[in-house]
């Protein structure tokens, strides 16, 4: 039963691409023996949001479908070693969501802010960049793209100047200065980590810009950050960690420049949508 | 210098710092290195690379190039005693259990199990080239220091750019392959040195060394990685790597391409004892392209802290590595290392499909795992066949073996021989046979790899691994939970 809300709420196509993007993992790459986990995470994600809000009285239960995009991005990226510990990634995720707003903005993307201090403060989380492969890739690319199309978000700019910015970089330092083959560059971009960021982590509409251009701005900030950190710092997981340093910023960009608040939904004006 | 061969084989490396070793042999020869092994260990910045060499021929013309992304001083390089790798190989190579069924008529129980060695790697042995030391010239090639180290006579070079280096390596009596030029280019360009490494002969005969030993340096640079590129340059076909890497945190990884466990766990005929190293040759080659060919192996990882408790492997093939492997290979180098974690990974790799270097990532990935196959033995018939007990054994028998056969063909994509007979071989005993044995196939035939179950090589198409029926209540339910969520989501008001 589709309604007119589910039409305009573009986080059910976000679900739908992270989705799609967990079934492949699944299906193709063996990712079934991590089952348990997923199950953990987005079950607990459900429950610790539908906790909060009923805790803080807030009638917006459609704020459960941010719970979900943040529980698939647990699954999609953070790997542990005991199941169990996705529900403390969901509890950090959702928590700090609460607990952590300026203005009525997050400081940082849930998932990513729980996956950065568990893989930095636990011995038992980790993130795997080489996951994906790369035969696997371009159906991926033309589901994320879709969704990103459809999303309504509009929020497409972020994903594409993000990537063009890495894209010209890294042909400027490996093709072009360091001599090596077209190959090299293209095997940069042909992991599902790095357009799995672009396509749903540095997207999310509450945790960048509103003003247009300050976003491409931005987008182009972060890809430079990401590119020095992973290649010139030579850490592989460099997206985590410029992330998570550079969101809590956008709130005093959004304060200074003036633009209108994100809402989830469209059309409609809900008294809290932006949980 | 007439005909230098080059054998370009790549140890390892790093961009800003390449390890790989290019194996300088004269006389074009037709050495042909399509295995090698590296020990990384790594704990923070700090590395350590032991490269075990191959190469098969006189020493004296034998030569290795090896870029490294920072200066070494002398204490940085060492050579050790190639035990080391034979003994971690040993240790970590896919295994074989066997194992013996009971008895059903009227024997106790009469459990085996039996470890058998898989495979374990040969060592490679480096070889040298004749002494030439080199006078700076136009090449823009610094000689940055000179070391002998046991029976190596080592020199660093910096390079200012390829072409230089080029000729230096070649007025130098090195042949370079024409493509090398433009590989060692992005390695100058990360401001790596250039090791060259020869065996100085006297020292060697000193020693009483009859083989080259490998050499390990030891540094500390943020980046972890393998240049496979280099050792491309001159090979056109696919060479294989095996890594032994050892972490204080967990598995070590590969960070730019994707980790793939080789299959374990798998019940396979019993005739495959003897031809256990062909079989396993196989079921990696089946691996490696159902993968797309550009895949980095997992065949084992566990924890081997001596002072943690549990089984170092299960079953062992080879004793695990003590403090005294530890040491060579340089774990604790850096400080004390309150765990140890190794993981053994395969890679095998060619131009087309490694465009890119390998890079390594420590994670705190602490799973274990082992590439272990079993046999089961079937009960010797002391007590006879005839109790019910005993018919009902061989009925199974015969459908496990059946079982057994379709593992084989799955597991080698045909490539393994298969024996006529296997499945059937008891069936002589059961009295009465099973009515739908006649109805569904000829048991001779089933064997057949042509008729059932059977791809020829070329036809192994990526393994869409669902195996659904593998999964485990646990996977099944997980599923349910999250529909069940999502279903939920997505119906909220």
Not at chain 1, 252 to 266: D, G, Y
Not at chain 2, 202 to 229: C, S, T, V
Not at chain 2, 318 to 346: C, I, K
Not at chain 2, 454 to 465: A, I, K, R, T, W
């Amino acid at each position: 039963m589709v309604q007119i809300n589910q039409i305009n709420d573009s986080r059910i196509f976000q679900i739908a691409g992270q989705s799609i993007f967990l079934l492949v993992g699944i299906l193709f790459l063996g990712w079934h023996t991590e089952l348990p986990s997923f199950a953990i995470s987005i079950f607990s994600c459900y429950l610790f949001q539908s906790w909060a809000i009923q805790y803080l009285g807030l009638q917006d239960s459609l704020s459960l479908r941010s719970s979900l995009i943040t529980s698939l991005g647990l699954c999609l990226l953070l790997r542990v070693n005991h199941p169990l510990l996705m529900v403390t990634a969901a509890a950090l995720a959702i928590g700090q969501k609460f607990i952590f707003r300026w203005r009525g903005y997050h400081l940082w993307n849930p998932a990513n802010f729980a996956i950065a201090i568990l893989v930095a403060f636990s011995n038992e989380a980790w993130v795997s960049p080489g996951q994906w492969g790369h035969f696997i890739l371009l159906p991926l690319l033309i589901f994320g793209i879709g969704t990103l199309v459809l999303r309504q978000a509009k929020r497409w700019d972020t994903a594409w100047v993000y990537i063009i910015t890495m894209a010209l970089l890294s042909f400027v330092r490996f093709v072009y200065y360091q001599g090596w083959e077209l190959e090299v560059w293209w095997h940069q971009f042909n992991q599902g980590t790095i357009w799995l960021y672009a396509l749903f982590m540095i997207t999310d509409p509450m945790t960048s810009p509103q003003h247009a251009i300050a976003r491409r701005v931005w987008a182009v900030l972060l890809g430079v950050l990401v590119f020095y950190v992973q290649h010139l710092l030579f850490i592989p997981t460099a997206a985590v960690w410029v992330l998570f340093f550079m969101t809590p910023w956008v709130p005093l960009i959004n304060a200074t420049l003036k633009s209108t608040q994100w809402h989830w939904v469209s059309n409609r004006n809900f008294k809290s949508n932006t949980i | 210098m007439n005909g230098l061969g080059m054998m370009l084989y790549c140890v390892m490396s790093i961009n800003a710092f390449g390890f790989c070793g290019f194996y300088v042999a004269k006389a074009d020869a037709t050495l042909f290195n399509n295995r090698s092994e590296v020990i990384l260990v790594r704990n923070g910045d700090f590395t350590v690379i032991t490269m075990g060499s191959d190469f098969k021929g006189d020493v004296r013309e034998f030569a290795m190039v090896v870029p490294v992304p920072v200066g070494l001083g002398r204490s940085d390089i060492s050579v050790v005693d190639k035990g080391i790798f034979s003994r971690l190989d040993a240790y970590s190579s896919p295994r074989l259990a066997e194992y013996y069924d009971q008895e059903p008529c009227g024997r106790e129980m009469n459990i085996i199990e039996e470890n058998l060695d898989a495979m374990p790697s040969s060592m490679r042995v480096p070889a040298t080239n004749d002494e030439r030391l080199l006078e700076k010239k136009n090449y823009g090639v610094t000689i940055e220091a000179q070391y002998t180290v046991g029976e190596y006579d080592i020199l660093l070079l910096s390079a200012l750019e390829s072409n230089g280096l080029k000729l230096w390596l070649m007025d130098n009596g090195y042949k370079i392959p024409a493509k090398a030029e433009r590989v060692l280019a992005p390695y100058i360009k990360s401001n790596m040195k250039f090791f060259v490494v020869k065996v100085n002969l006297a020292e060697m005969k000193k020693g009483g060394y009859d083989e080259l030993r490998p050499i390990q340096i030891r540094f500390n640079h943020p980046k972890f990685m393998l240049p496979l590129r280099l050792g491309m340059a001159n090979s056109s076909g696919t060479q294989d790597m095996i890594v032994y890497a050892f972490s204080p945190n967990g598995r070590v990884e590969c960070s730019n391409y994707r980790n793939v466990k080789v299959p374990t766990d798998r019940n396979i005929p019993v005739y495959i004892k003897n031809d256990f190293g062909v079989f396993y040759k196989d079921v990696f080659e089946t691996a490696w392209q159902r993968e797309g060919k550009n895949a980095v192996f997992l065949e084992y990882a566990w924890n081997v802290s001596p002072s943690w408790g549990g089984v170092k492997c299960d079953p062992c093939v080879g004793p695990p590595p003590m403090n005294y492997d530890f040491n060579l290979a340089g774990v604790g180098q850096n400080g004390a290392w309150s765990n140890v974690f190794f993981t053994r990974m395969h890679v095998r790799y060619d131009e087309s499909h490694f465009p890119a270097d390998l890079n390594f990532l420590s994670t705190s990935n602490q799973e274990q795992f082992q590439a272990r196959y079993v046999l089961q033995n079937p009960a010797a018939g002391y007590g006879g066949w005839d109790c019910t007990e005993g018919q009902q054994y061989l009925v199974n028998l015969h459908d496990r073996r059946k079982q057994e056969m379709d593992e084989l063909a799955h597991l080698t994509g045909g490539r393994f021989a298969y024996r006529l007979g296997y499945i059937t071989e008891y069936d002589q005993w059961i009295k009465e046979l099973p009515m739908e044995w006649n109805e569904k196939e000829k048991q001779e035939d089933y064997a057949l790899p042509t008729k059932k179950g059977g791809l020829m090589p070329e036809q192994v198409l990526p393994d869409v691994s669902v195996e659904i029926s593998r999964w485990t209540w646990k996977e099944i339910l997980g599923i349910a939970m999250m529909l069940l969520v999502m279903v939920r989501v997505y119906r909220a008001k």
